[in-house]
């Protein structure tokens, strides 16, 4: 039989059109991809809008806070827009790296910016309608974060307003900008980027906010759960706040740590702990009320804006380090000595004024349309006077409508129902203060207390406020006397004081107790006891322009009424004037300065301003020794500042001091020297016309000079500071003249023998109110 073989012929192989197809539109989109990615990165025709330029890449910036340093490095405060401190990535606790990673991209240590796998699955739940999470890795939020992709000046291309394909151009600016961020930088440094610029809500920008927000803690002492809880907040920090709704943030919480249990960061045993544990909060939102010394850093960032803008610095956002000569510690005492004395003098003033408004003339009678008349000098008038184009009923029924309104007390916050006029009313009732120290060798000012509360009375009442000085301006005209061949022993008789004035009227001040003794003072003890015949004496001799030249050699610069009542202090001048002035006759006759600011740093800690406070010599050497001798006799037995110093608050070392109280007591003044800190107190009504009715209660001895007391028995007790108690140095030649008074032969004062001549046959009726 033969065997036929069969040929078989081998099958072509045929490519179905549809896989062609699909190639060809596969290469197809890849090439349009390319082309529209590259057409986004060169903003082709203007289409898309510009992408941040690489010399932003290299340098991204993100705003930072300005700090605020003490002198012994404590943080003080801040300034910012958004309130932004960095940190760097060792600083990052593990368990928050591990919580943020489970959360938000698992996979951020593996893609290089953008994750395919997220990008199908949002493309997948777009489809489907069942859309579980965003695609976005923390690199694409890191682009949005610190170029604010979504800005207008980056979205004005031609196409950007086009709905849809605006959000597809936006995304794949961040796409773009994201892998060139994995190029340029390392992971640890794109995730310590996204954690300083992310926003947790409550004005806290960035993790090392955040934490102190929150928790008052550095990130590195952060728990697990308290991460979780920060981490939870990116997803909308209101709707997830611990603070404003706390069962959603327990929620939230519960689900960063079920995935970082799913991602076996935590195990199941940690994770049922954790979740039952309630979210215990220190809860803290940094703002310009709270912290150490609000009035301070209120009035040193007037001086920062400036310096910025001369320098080209932005203070709210470039990350300035500032330090400061305030000394913490001696700002705490100094808040803490207010805050005691003012909430007991606010309750007697309280009870002084019990049934009646405080705000009187001359004659303590009820100023009328008071309230009224100052209400118009409020925002709220105006902005109702401009809503209501001046219908003054419209005005007035919002002005008396009551409205809840949080008040301050001396006892704390109170919420209450109020009218804006009633609120006024209320607050008028107020006693205001200020107070400031300064080491008058250097000029650095240690404590500055601008009020007595920051939140709800912001007028500084050291460096913005001016007031009538009353005696504690007769120092100058001492000195000027001293510098004119008067010496403390020379003797002047206590006796009516007239002085022609260019009206033609006369000058007649009265002592405190409407007397005159006729007895012989010398200048030391008339300066102690603050005898205004002694003042009016030496202002006549040497005349008010002598007056208004020594004060201003000194350091006072405010407008000086060069008249005869100057010597009594009727001119008004600052306190930190003051205090540098006074600071002259601690330091050997040198004006200072008084100085605030040290140094400022970049970012980077580079220092790129120095000060140093300027200084001239104003008096000699010899000049600002004698009235320091004298000044000391106001803190000796018969001085206006004896008992309060030295019994109430045990004070031994040696002080010098000046006591000052004004017309009606609307100004209690008090000055206080020791050889390294000068000090000086104002406390009055936010009105001159808001006072004391007797000047037992409205002296400065009473309601000035405590708070210098106890400051000075706070900072004495704190041998951290290293206060001196010795006494005052004294010059290295020998003095020109006797301090001793006791060693003068008995009589042999010389005595202005034109003196009783001139003054006693006056007329009675010309009097003014005595001003001590």
Known sequence: MTTRQKTVEPQKTVVPKVVTTLWLLFVSGFVAFILYIWAVSANFLNLFGELPNLRTLENPKSELASELYSADNKLLGKYFRENRTPVDYEELP???????????????????GIDPQAMLRVASGIITGDLKGGGSTLTQQVAKNLFDTRSEELNNGLLNDVPGLGMLILKTKEWIMAVKLERSYTKREIMTMYLNTVDFGSNAFGIKVAARTFFNKVPENLEVQESAVLVGLLKAPTAFSPKLNPENSKRRRNVVLSQMVKYDFLTEEEYNKLKEKDIELDYRVENQNIGLAPYFRTEASKFLLQWCRENGYDLYADGLKIYTTIDSRMQEYAEEAVAEHMKKQQKLF???????????????????????????????????????????????????????????????????????????????????????????????????????????????????????????????????????????????????????????????????????????????????????????????????????????????????????????????????????????FVNGGTWVEPTYITRIEDKHGNVVAEFVPDTKEALSEETAYMMVHMLKAAAEPGGTAYYGL???????????????????????????????????????????????????????????????????????????????????????????????????????????????????????????????
């Open 94 to 112: 593990e368990n928050l790296i591990n919580a943020l990673v489970a959360t938000e991209d698992i996979r951020f240590e593996e893609h290089s």
């Open 350 to 584: 309280f009870e002084h004024w019990k049934g009646r408004n405080p705000w009187v003339d001359r004659n303590n009678q009820e100023i009328k349309g008071f309230a009224e008349q100052a209400i118009k000098r409020s925002d709220r008038y105006r902005n109702l006077k401009a809503r209501f184009d001046g219908d003054e009923d419209s005005i007035n029924y919002y002005l008396n409508k009551k409205i809840p309104m949080t008040i301050f007390t001396w006892e704390g916050e109170k919420q209450v129902e109020m009218s804006p006029m009633d609120s006024l009313r209320y607050y008028k009732h107020f006693l205001q203060t200020g107070f400031m120290a300064m080491e008058p060798q250097t000029g650095h000012i240690k404590a500055w207390v601008g009020g007595i509360n920051y939140k709800h009375f912001k007028y500084d009442h050291v460096k913005q406020g001016a007031r009538q000085p009353g005696s504690t301006f007769k120092p100058f005209l001492y000195t000027a006397a001293i510098e004119n061949g008067y010496y403390p022993c020379y003797e002047v008789i206590d006796t009516k004081v007239c002085i022609p004035l260019p009206d033609g009227n006369m000058w007649c001040p009265n002592n405190a107790d409407n007397k005159f003794s006729g007895k012989k003072y010398t200048l030391r003890k008339g300066l102690a006891e603050s005898v205004n015949s002694i003042s009016a004496f030496l202002v006549n001799k040497l005349g008010a322009e002598t007056l208004v030249k020594t004060a201003k050699r000194m350091g006072i610069h405010t407008p000086l009424d060069p008249t005869p009542s100057l010597a009594l202090g009727t001119s008004d001048v600052t306190l930190y004037d003051m205090v540098g002035a006074y600071g002259t």
């Open 646 to 772: 030295r019994y109430r608050n045990g004070l031994k070392n040696e002080i010098a001091a000046k006591t000052g109280t004004t017309q009606n007591q609307s100004d209690a003044w008090f000055m206080g020297l020791t050889p390294d800190l000068v000090a000086g107190t104002w406390v009055g009504g936010e009105d001159r016309s808001i006072h004391f009715r007797t000047i037992a209660l409205g002296q400065g001895g009473k309601l000035a000079m405590p708070i210098y007391g106890a400051f000075m028995q706070k900072v004495y007790a704190d041998k951290t500071l290293g206060l001196s108690k010795e006494p005052f140095p004294k010059p290295l030649a020998p003095l020109s003249v006797e301090l001793d008074c006791a060693k003068y032969n008995s009589g042999a004062f010389p005595v202005d023998s034109t003196q009783q001549d001139e003054f006693l046959q006056l007329p009675a009726e010309i009097n003014l109110d005595a001003e001590i």
